[in-house]
């Protein structure tokens, strides 16, 4: 009798190799004879020490059959695979050694004479049908024996003792299940769990009760094996159901004692869920009992089965549940899970093994899925690999429904690369987790909380999906789980495509092992390199290879072809085929035809099955050597039709083209819409006669049978180009009749599209399956194109231009009900691209124009159909091709009054999520991705068009993250950090690859990869420059160099293409090049700076160098070492990060002053105006490789990516000899207006006009009605200016800056009048004029008080110094004697005489807290008031210091306050973003809060009337709000409220309208009087807009009524 075992091949050590031109290292593999015969062979693995952990099957005669080992070396050229070393043994020599329970070390024969062998480790387990019962045995035992008993329980923990004599059970158990054989497939599996579990059982004595209690009620059913141990066949089959009954409810029963035994008594008692446990096994017992009463009356029954499911099945869902303590219905959770939208799995017509096929394999895969992970086989997860066509997929299906049918399946998901919507990598993770909560209440309930707690996790990363909706569900519920819950992936490889999948195929490798241990999972693919990388290296992931060349394979493949034979004989019938057609010799031959392929039996069947004439097709198969599937498939090709007819080839070939190249399963009738074709040429016509490779039916989804026939078409050029672009015609030829304005007829704008509650109904209603197609994909298809494309099809062109110029709109609104917005940029590109080809200009322009809209505007386009015309268009600029051309459909809108330029703005995407300053950007070499670097210790991946979040945050630094850079691959990204480590990261995952590379003592400033991606580089605060040797299969990387520096290094970066050389950039301002392997000096040091280096970069070509200190940008000649040209930083600014651009003539910089300047490397000349959008400073700076776009990091905690098509086409350039001042001073602060914050703002005496000083270094002199600038910008300072005040008749006004300077300036034509006033050694506070305008007054962060000349610049008097900053200063005029009034922090108060400085009056001291950052007298000198970080407003009664009034309504941190002109009022500016004015009298709000800033408010001040109120802000705008609007002001937002991410929204938080970012800053808000803003402003009219139900209202009646 045959003999089957398991052999699992783990690993080979101590091999002698001498490495060669070719191979440096050996590329080892093992295989496996027996008897003289191949039986196995695993894959190859490039390592000294090759690991493998596969296990195959063997099948011998005899256990003294001879089994030979041997070692092989894997050569490039098949035909010189060398064997190394090899070992011959017989079979019982291996199971001499404790049989499966150890690994066995054989040390094997060495080919060459006096050389040692290697090591090869193995392990040998018995699997055969009775002789398997002692290994089965020993496997089981370890389980039962955790067994466990307790005191705590008089029922459970009682020590019994069975006292049964089992060799005569076992015996009789034999018998009976050898003969149930024959009429259940499943006897084997339930022999030997049985078999283990109930000698283990026996064999414990101290066990639970009622375990002991449910293993002998099996075994007294058992006995019924001698009442038919003489019965006939025909007597057995009367109990065959019953029968099965048993052997079901067996295997059900075992697997439930086996994840009993595994969870341990202790857990499951401090789980309280012994309860649960013990009715279910009550359950069991009592279904034994009656399928035993069932044998006794000789009838055979239905049998009621109880599986250890416990679920929410379909019919279940509806029953209440009880969850978190409430009774909550099951529709309830039902609807909760389908927001889980899961792709539906129909496995209704997947094809099982035959009976008698694949018993071995199926054997070894489910007795591992129901044998618990140990140390012998630690993971979860089991991996069927082997070549297309081997019968994976028809093995995972039967796995499937075997543990379906015992209730033990969690989720069934299959992948087919031709049905590319249920094959989405990034639906997996939501599927299973859908079908996991079907198959367990408990998971079901933690699954449905987890979505409850935060509703947004099903559509965040699947990284985040699996902890959220995987592994935390599982392990909260896991003391509920009686496994295994097996989950089944088949076609791994079809899911998606290797980059689409890489970050699944990292989930499952490196977290699903995470996950509990009674969730199993057994995966199918074929062995492609993106997925067998992964798995191959995992400990945890068990390998079992599918190989074709096994007899077992041939036998299996006959009996399906046997099979077969029946049905095609039926077929025939008319043609009166033998009985035994075709004969012994013609099934052999077919048999081995196959190749072991059963991919190929099938299709050979089916093609028999559809012939006509059965005998010429099999005479066809045999007699032309069909044996490969290419000629199987061409042969079935050719009874097609008339190939020789070129009408019928060209529809054929089109329709075949839309099966294979379709990005969706079609149907007949959605391929003849696309086709155009009639009736009469129906592809119905051709797939009728495919059957044997396609599944199809009329009306019906056409299906690839296997992946190998698409692989056919699309080689050696069958279909290609030109047959995407008909397919992709044939789409927009769809589009050009179906779409039309609001298709799925929304009635109300205020309600988000993605939240209509019949929005999928709506959908299927509405747009057609070949509509859907086309709206979809007609942009992938046309992406094929290229330069060298031969021809296209007649009318493309006219077909592209109607969709973009009359149907674009419409198509963006299918996209928004399909949340597919995304595809839109690619589709339009793809538009630009062919359009440029051919020359197309206006098409390429317009195609241009409208991905910028797309990008503009995504946030509308992905949520609202009714807004794409209500917000988007309207909004567009001016000059955008899209509004021009569609514009005229808008009737009723919201008018847009702007002076913002009609161009796109340069700010593409703001990306506002870091919680800390974002210190370092790049974009990936595809540059489609931005990473991200930030002082919050995290790294995150973003999309480069949409500004969305990809993946991240990257958590594992434990420090600010100073720097990051992407491999070249685009595969990985390396960071580094102030925790003195760099991190590597797999850059689709997000997870850490290794460990942190750990060697630096200091801050780690700079990081990069080579070249190549062989090394890494890193630059650090302890004078270091380390260069690692990558490899992201090792545990840990070495370093390869340190250099040596003298001081501290900030900056890295290596030549292109070179890995030989770097380039450091130090703390004492030098610049050298290094050659990585000798560690020497190659170039340098360059010197020229002055200051440290903070930031390097080599140009693309490798030719120059760029250096960036605070004070100048250097370029040198790489090679030569020389200067090419400085550029010094604009005055005032600091410089912070440079970058080449790819075109090697433009750098650009980020700089302290918010700006970004590109320059002309040969002149140093700016190429354009400075880039403004950033408040804080540019941290970093990225160019994409295409030269298009700059992303930007900046301490504002923002990133930006800007448009750089315009700055670096633009010719116009400065002269870099007339780099002075006043040019410097042009492209600093831009047109008008500042480019900073805003410090400080004051109304004019009279009211009609306003003075700021800025960070900038800037004053400006405003008209207050109008905000035309009147005077300025007004250079001179040098720092940021804090304070300024006009004089009383308005004709002057006076500044004092952080520079320590006060000035006077001349209102009307803004020359500096009086100063610079120096003296003062810190920055100046305040300052105020005198009554008659001749002196000005001062007070400092010094704690002085002075007192000037205006007209001699000279001091008068210097007051005594007080014991903090001065921050409130004015004159007064008392009795005809002029004072000064001073305040001071820490809370202090005087009046002084002006002329001599002696003290009037106080010091008043006033109890203000600690961090208080202002405090200013009200205009009487009678109050003081103080505001601070508290977010209290404090005003002081000066006489008798006490505090008056106490205003805490609403601020946050409030940074200035100001009195009215008559006291009554005082007005407040704070930290979150708004101005209040409040009534002293009263102690209320009388007006405010006013918004519309978009950060801190630090400077406000009444207008002489109190009517108006001025604010400057840290956000650049100036704004005037009305203390007492009309209507019309109150209601600039159309009634609603300004959101931070652009939604205008009413009082019931419904969207009315969408502004785009570029325009929130100088927009007016409520109460606006005035906006003041250098890059334009925004008024919105709401008069003839229309929203709500009457949204429609908006576009042009006749474009309504089409």
Not at 191 to 208: H, I, N, P, R
Not at 567 to 572: A, G, L, Q, S, T
């Amino acid at each position: 009798m045959a003999q089957s075992y398991e052999l699992k091949i783990i690993s080979v050590s101590g091999i002698h190799w001498k490495p060669n031109v070719i191979h440096d290292t050996p590329n080892l593999y093992v295989a496996i004879d027996i008897d003289g015969k191949t039986v196995h062979r695993t894959n190859s693995s490039r390592k000294w020490v090759a690991m493998w952990n596969q296990i195959c099957s063997l099948s011998v005669d005899s256990p003294s059959s001879i089994i030979t080992l041997q070692v092989f070396h894997k050569s490039t050229f098949p035909l010189a695979n060398k064997c190394l070393a090899k070992k011959k043994m017989e079979i019982v020599q291996l199971l001499e050694t404790d049989e499966g329970q150890k690994d066995f070390s054989i040390i094997l024969d060495h080919m060459e004479k006096n050389t040692p062998g290697p090591t090869l480790v193995v392990r040998l387990t018995s699997i055969g049908l009775l002789p398997a019962g002692a290994v089965a045995l020993a496997n089981a035992t370890q389980y039962i024996e955790t067994l466990q008993s307790a005191n705590t329980s008089s029922t459970i923990g009682k020590i019994v003792n069975t006292g049964v004599n089992n060799s005569d059970l076992l015996s009789n158990l034999g018998t009976v299940l050898s003969r149930l054989k024959i009429i259940h497939p499943y006897s084997n599996v339930a022999w030997k769990v049985l078999f283990s579990v109930y000698e283990a059982v026996q064999k414990q004595k101290e066990t639970d009760e009622d375990v002991c209690r449910l293993v002998q009620t099996m075994a007294d059913v058992y006995a019924f094996a001698e009442d038919i141990e003489s019965a006939v066949s025909e007597k057995i089959k009367r109990f065959t159901k019953t029968i099965n009954g048993l052997v079901k409810q067996t295997e059900i029963c075992v697997l439930f004692i086996r994840e009993y035994t595994g969870h341990g008594f202790g857990v499951r008692l401090l789980n309280n869920v012994l309860s649960e446990d013990g009715d279910k096994i009550e359950g069991f017992i009592t279904a034994f009992q009656n399928l035993r009463a069932s044998l006794d009356r000789g009838t055979a029954v239905e049998t009621l089965f109880v599986s250890t499911k416990a679920l929410v099945t379909a019919e279940e869902i509806g029953k209440k549940v009880e969850e978190n303590g409430e009774i909550i219905k099951g529709n309830t959770q039902t609807q909760t899970l389908n927001n889980l939208e899961p792709v539906k799995m129909n496995a209704s017509l997947r094809p099982e093994c035959l009976p008698r096929t694949r018993e071995e394999i199926r054997g070894l895969i489910t007795n591992w899925l129901t044998t618990p992970p140990d140390d012998n086989n630690p993971g979860n997860i089991l991996w069927l690999s082997g070549v297309a066509g081997a019968g994976k997929s028809t093995i995972a299906t039967s796995v499937s429904q075997y543990f379906r049918e015992l209730g033990h399946l969690g989720a069934f998901l299959f992948f087919n690369r031709a049905d590319k919507s249920r094959s989405d990598p990034a639906d997996v993770i939501r599927t299973i987790a859908f079908y996991l909560a079907r198959s367990n209440v408990h998971v079901a309930s933690a699954i449905c909380n987890a979505i409850r707690n935060d509703p947004a996790s099903i559509d965040f990363p699947i990284q985040t999906q699996f902890q959220k909706l995987l592994l935390d569900p599982l392990i909260a519920s896991q003391d509920h789980i009686h496994g295994p819950i097996i989950v089944v992936l088949d076609a791994l490889d079809e899911c998606g495509n290797a980059e689409s999948r890489r970050v699944l195929v990292s989930l499952i490798s490196e977290d699903f092992p995470k996950l509990p241990p009674a969730v199993r999972f057994f995966i199918t693919s074929r062995p492609d390199s993106d997925i067998a990388s992964k798995f191959e290296i995992q400990q945890k992931i068990t390998k079992f290879l599918l190989d074709i060349t096994m007899e077992a394979s041939f036998t299996d493949i006959r009996i399906y072809l046997d099979n077969q034979m029946v049905e095609i004989r039926e077929r025939h019938s008319h043609r009166n085929l033998s009985p035994t057609w075709p004969g012994e010799s013609q099934m052999e031959a077919l048999t081995q035809h196959s190749s072991g392929l059963f991919i190929w039996a099938s299709t050979a069947a089916k093609y028999l099955f559809q012939s006509y004439y059965p005998n010429k097709a099999l005479e066809i198969l045999l007699d032309k050597g069909l044996t490969n599937l290419d000629d199987l498939y061409a042969e079935a090709l050719k009874a097609v039709g008339p190939w020789n007819d070129k009408m019928f080839i060209r529809e054929a070939q089109a329709a075949l083209s839309v099966v294979v190249l379709g990005k969706t399963p079609v149907s007949d009738a959605m391929i003849d819409v696309l086709l155009g074709l009639e009736p009469e040429h129906s592809s119905s016509h051709i797939f009728s006669r495919l059957g044997c490779v396609l599944q199809w039916a009329p009306g019906q989804h056409v299906k690839i049978l296997h992946a190998s026939f698409s692989d056919y078409l699309t080689n050696h050029g069958r279909l290609g180009e030109i047959h995407e672009l008909q397919i992709a015609q044939g789409c927009l030829q769809v589009l050009k009749k179906e779409l039309q304005f609001n298709i799925c007829g929304f009635e109300d704008s205020h309600i988000y599209t993605t939240k209509v509650p019949d929005l999928s109904d709506r959908s299927i209603a509405c747009i057609s399956p070949h509509l859907l197609y086309s709206s979809l994909f007609w942009g992938i298809h046309l992406a094929v194109i290229s330069s060298d494309t031969p021809r296209l099809p007649d009318g493309l062109f006219a077909d592209l231009k109607d969709l973009m110029y009359t149907k674009f709109l419409f198509w963006l609104e299918v996209l928004c009900v399909q949340r597919r917005t995304g595809i839109a940029v690619d589709a339009l590109q793809a538009v630009a691209k062919l359009a440029k080809y051919y020359h197309e200009e206006d098409l390429e322009n317009f195609a241009k124009d409208a991905v910028k809209f797309v990008i503009a505007f995504a946030p509308v386009i992905s949520h609202s159909v009714p807004h794409i015309y209500l917000s988007a268009l309207p909004f567009a600029p001016s000059k955008s091709k899209v509004k021009k051309q569609f514009s005229s459909l808008l009737v009723q809108t919201v008018d847009i009054q702007s002076t913002v330029g009609g161009q796109w703005p340069r700010l593409q995407a703001t990306i506002e999520s870091h919680s800390g300053n974002v210190r370092s950007v790049t974009f990936s070499p595809d540059g489609n991705r931005i990473a991200s670097g930030s002082s919050d210790m995290t790294v995150r991946v973003w999309d480069a068009h949409t500004g969305e979040l990809i993946i991240g945050p990257f958590t594992g630094h434990k420090k600010r993250v100073n720097c990051v850079a992407f491999s070249c691959d685009g595969e990985n990204i390396v960071s580094g950090s102030n925790d003195k480590t760099v991190c590597v990261w797999d850059a689709q995952t997000g997870k850490i690859i290794g460990v942190p590379l750990i060697g630096h003592t200091d801050i780690v400033f700079s990081v990069c990869f080579s070249p190549h991606g062989k090394k890494i580089v890193s630059a650090s605060q302890d004078k270091t420059v380390r260069i690692w040797d990558w490899d992201e299969h090792s545990e840990g990387n070495v370093v390869a160099m340190v250099i040596e520096h003298t001081t501290s290094v900030r900056a890295i970066a290596f030549a292109p293409n070179r890995d030989q050389l770097v380039v450091s950039g130090t703390m004492d301002g030098l610049v050298q090049v290094w050659d990585t392997q000798t560690g020497k000096l190659v170039t340098g040091p360059l010197k020229g700076h002055s200051q440290y280096v903070r930031s390097i970069a080599f140009s693309l070509d490798g030719k120059h160098i760029v250096s960036l200190s605070h004070e100048a940008v250097h370029v040198w000649d790489a090679r030569m070492g020389t200067e090419i040209i400085a550029v010094p930083t604009p005055m005032g600014s600091k410089a912070y990060s440079v970058a080449f651009a790819p075109n090697r003539e433009h750098i650009v910089v980020g700089y302290d002053d918010t700006m970004l300047r590109i320059w002309n490397v040969q002149t140093g000349a700016l190429v354009s105006a400075p880039i403004d959008g950033h408040t804080g400073a540019v941290l970093s700076v990225s160019m994409s490789p295409d030269g298009m776009r700059i992303v930007t990091g900046s301490g504002d905690k923002t990133i930006r990516v800007w448009d750089a098509h315009q700055d670096l086409s633009m010719t116009h350039q400065v002269d870099s000899q007339a780099y002075n001042q006043e040019i410097v001073q042009m492209y600093h602060t831009g047109c008008t207006g500042h480019s900073r914050a805003v410090y400080c703002v004051a109304f004019s005496p009279k009211g009609n006009q306003i003075a700021s000083g800025s960070q900038d270094s800037t004053v400006c002199v405003w008209d207050a009605c109008t905000g035309t600038i009147v005077t300025g910008p007004l250079h001179g300072h040098t720092e940021t200016v804090f304070c300024i005040a006009f004089s009383h008749n308005g004709e002057q006004i006076v500044s004092g800056s952080k520079d320590t300077t006060i000035r006077v300036w001349d209102v009307r034509n803004g020359t500096m009048v009086s100063g610079p006033f120096e003296g003062h050694s810190e920055m100046v506070q305040c300052v105020a004029f005198s009554p008659q305008g001749d002196w000005i007054v001062s007070g400092s962060d010094d704690s002085t008080v002075r007192v000037w000349d205006v007209a001699t610049c000279s001091l008068v008097i210097r007051l005594p110094d007080v014991t903090g900053s001065v921050t409130s200063i004015a004159f007064s005029l008392d009795s005809g004697q002029i004072s000064l009034r001073s305040v001071s922090l820490p809370g202090s108060a005087r009046v002084s005489d002006a002329q001599t400085g002696a003290l009037v009056e106080g010091p008043f001291k006033f109890r203000v807290p600690h961090q208080t950052y202002s405090i200013t007298f009200s205009p009487d000198g009678r109050l003081v008031g103080a505001c601070g970080k508290d977010s209290v407003v404090r005003v002081f009664d000066v006489r008798s210091q006490h505090i008056t009034h106490r205003l805490v309504e609403g601020h946050d941190e409030v940074h200035s306050i100001a009195f009215s002109q008559d006291g009554k009022w005082i007005v407040s500016g704070s930290d979150d973003r708004t101005v209040r004015v409040w009534d002293l009298e009263t102690r209320t709000l009388v007006a405010g809060p006013f918004e519309g800033h978009r950060r801190a408010v630090v400077s406000v001040d009444f207008s002489p009337d109190h009517r108006r109120v001025v604010s400057g802000s840290k956000d650049t705008p100036i704004r005037v709000f009305e203390t007492t609007p009309d209507h019309t002001l109150k209601n600039a937002l159309g009634g609603g409220s300004l959101t931070q991410d652009g939604w205008i929204l009413n009082s019931n938080s419904q969207p009315i309208l969408w502004v785009p970012p570029w325009l929130h800053r100088g927009l007016y808000f409520p109460h606006n009087s005035l906006v003041i803003y250098k890059d334009g402003t925004t008024k919105l009219d709401f008069t003839r807009f229309v929203d709500g139900t009457a949204w429609e209202e908006c576009i042009d009646p006749r474009v309504r009524s089409n």
